[in-house]
């Protein structure tokens, strides 16, 4: 893992899947806009980088090199609300 960055990532892998960690961003509304990444590994296919995605935790992520710059939709979870057991 080494820190690049994407511009240099979209040059050295055009148009293929990469497995980044996202080491600064910012977030704007519900959008992530990410500006530092190190960059994990490139993958050649795109069901090897649905699997990756799949397996993404935390701050490792993927992304296509298409894509100019890295923005993220943030989905937050509605809160999960405990069930009660009340006999009356």
Do not use: C
């Not at 990444?37 to 795109?46: E, G, N, Q, R, Y």
């Amino acid at each position: 893992m080494f820190l690049v960055k994407w511009s240099e990532i979209r040059r050295l892998y055009p148009n293929q899947y990469v497995v980044l960690e996202e080491l600064e961003f910012h977030i704007k509304g519900n959008k992530k806009y990410v500006e530092d990444v190190a960059i994990i590994k490139p993958i050649d296919d795109s069901k090897e980088a649905t699997r990756e995605l799949v397996r993404s935790k935390g701050k490792k992520f993927v992304y296509h090199t298409a894509e100019e710059t890295i923005v993220i939709e943030v989905v937050r979870s509605p809160g999960v609300r405990g069930i009660s057991n009340h006999e009356n």
